[in-house]
């Protein structure tokens, strides 16, 4: 396991802060600080350890796949495909304390298009072709680049699969996500804080098909 018996108990302090009210970024610098933690051992921290009130809000919106049925489903595009394109590029993954599959690598910004996009594109297609929602649409951040590009793809395979709905870029997609649908596929935890109803559709993806490199932090 990459992940050392350090960060392990650093991250079952960072739980007990949190589950005492401790400001996140605050638990976060104190814990790190104490282990010496690098920056990518608290990064995995930050996107993996949550306060027990949290996992259970989360819990509570979650719904399962077979739910998506009759539902106008919205997915945050990127976040989605970037934790699949580390699926398919085997890297790490992490399964965090809310039961969302994260990636680690922290690309949103950056983020290029590869072979393993399209595929990514694909595995959700193929996937929601399996219990097709009434509806779905797929925001693209409009400041990522090629974003239109990856939009008309998406597109393309939407109408392949027989996806009722369809792919758009926006300026905030984020809003997006949360105002246009009644379940979000996402684990952008802004966006769960706000949203109604969620579903892990990457991490969906990534268990459905065993994937060795998934980690987590939480607690047997």
Known sequence: MFIDHKVLEAAEDMRYLLNRNYNRDRALNFVGDHYKLKKDERFILYRAVYSQKEVEER???????????DKILTVD??????VLETMLE???????DDSFVRDIAGVFG????TKNTHQAINLIMQT???????????????????SGELAAFTRKKMEEHSIKGTAQVAKQADIAVIKRGQ???TSDTVILQKAKKAFDLAGYIVRTRKYKYLYSLKEE
Do not use: C, G, M
């Open 59 to 69: 819990k509570e919106k979650t719904v399962n796949f077979k739910d998506l049925k």
């Open 90 to 96: 085997e890297k790490n993954l992490i399964d965090a």
């Open 128 to 146: 929601l072709k399996q219990n097709p929602p009434k509806e779905t649409l797929v925001f693209f951040d409009s400041p990522v680049s090629r």
């Open 77 to 82: 595009a990127y976040n989605v495909i970037i």
């Open 110 to 113: 950056k983020h290029k298009i």
């Open 183 to 185: 379940v979000v596929a």
